[in-house]
């Protein structure tokens, strides 16, 4: 869900032959300030940009009335008492088999970080416009980069949200390159954050009957970036999206997000709310892990809905090396993880033919694995 450029893309012709769907999705770009944007210029309905196609998923854009929840996974004492530990281990398991999804508890990043982090988006994206708007780009050159939807100029139809992303690897952004409003605590909880992916990736590990350090030593693995989103309150949330069903083209990504709600994951065919517990964090596999995994850990859809109320703030770390170097390594089902009974179920290939993939199709509902199948 990064950035592609504008003459690289085709627009979606519109059946309506009045409707300039490429001059309405560049006039909206050439404004450089987002959804907030539009929403301080007073509009009261929302562009027909933002409209999605009416069909399965706009018809149940709507709270979930499943009795199924996310699992919640608590990691305190688990460091100094082994059957806690293996009970967690269990867990971990059977979440990142069943749901691709789960919320963590006791992770040893204070609310106190977490709290500032939201609130220090917060203020990204709503200071003075003329300062926001010197942020945005699509840039890729840039390790911080404020836009709307980032493949505006590809998806059928664009998602109620304005998004800032920090590229915090190799080189961390100097911090005269981090927006002041919240410098001091994205340098903070980028570091807790990282800490947290390091102890996350051994537990995945050792649920996996791998050595504990055994994902954390994958070349492709330990690259880690921020998007940062901004949900504003919707008109119209019933003719939009927050974010459309997709998966992440990552091996895990942990989610800090407020207590707004909307994030929904697709369990059994369902959408279930995965409901803001207040200090927690979600944890979800992305589309590499469930590769190299051969499919003993899943990549699932989620999306977030459009409401009217808000904003939502949610900030999602992203672990995947993209860059240039790594990408190009080969990566397939761990060999350690086969047998007759598990025989591979994808072919060997690279993370950056699995992403060029998942940005090829972009925000389509469609997972990025499907070509990669044997
Ligand atoms: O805002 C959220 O809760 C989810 C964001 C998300 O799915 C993403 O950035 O890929």
Not at 116 to 140: C, L, N, P, W
């Amino acid at each position: 869900m990064v950035t592609t450029a504008t003459n690289e893309l085709e627009l979606e012709t519109d059946k309506d032959s009045t409707y300039d769907r490429i001059a309405e999705v560049k006039a909206f770009e050439e404004t450089k300030l987002g959804v907030k944007g539009l929403l301080d210029s007073g509009v009261t309905k929302i562009p027909r940009m933002f409209h999605h196609a009416k069909g399965e998923e706009h018809t149940e854009n709507k709270p979930s009335d499943s009795k199924l929840s996310v699992p919640i996974i608590d990691l305190k004492d688990i460091d100094t008492n082994s059957s806690l530990r293996a009970e967690a281990l269990d867990k971990i398991r059977g979440a990142c088999k069943e749901w691709g999804f789960f919320q963590l508890v006791n992770h040893g990043i204070g609310v106190e970080v977490l709290d500032e982090m939201i609130r220090g988006i917060r203020m990204f994206h709503e200071q003075d416009a003329e300062v926001r708007k010197s942020f945005y780009t699509r840039d890729i050159n840039k390790k911080v980069r404020y836009f709307s939807n980032g493949s505006l100029f590809k998806d059928p139809a664009a998602n109620w949200r304005d998004s800032l992303t920090f590229f915090l690897t190799p080189d961390f952004p100097s911090p005269e390159e981090l927006p002041a409003v919240c410098r001091d605590i994205v340098i903070e909880y980028s570091k807790k954050v990282r800490a947290l992916g390091f102890r996350i990736f051994e537990l995945f590990s050792e649920a996996l009957g791998l050595h504990p350090s055994y994902l954390n030593e994958l070349d492709s693995i330990y690259r880690q970036y921020l998007l940062c989103h901004y949900y504003p309150p919707c008109p119209e949330p019933e003719l939009t999206m927050g974010t459309s069903k997709h998966t992440d083209i990552s091996f895990m990504t942990i989610l800090l997000q407020d207590q707004m709600g909307g994030l929904q994951v697709l369990h059994e065919n369902q959408w279930i709310d995965v409901h803001p517990v207040y200090g927690s964090l979600v944890v979800n596999i992305g589309d590499l892990l469930q590769l190299i995994t051969n499919d003993m850990f899943v990549s699932v859809y989620h999306r977030v809905l459009s409401k009217h109320t808000g904003p939502r703030i949610s900030i999602a770390t992203f672990y995947a090396d993209l860059s240039a170097q790594s990408s190009t390594k080969v990566i397939g089902p761990i060999k350690e993880l086969l047998s007759e009974d598990n025989p591979p179920i994808y072919r060997d290939t690279t993370v950056k033919d699995v992403t060029a993939h998942y940005f090829e199709k972009g925000l389509d509902g469609n997972s990025s694995l499907h070509p990669f199948r044997l």
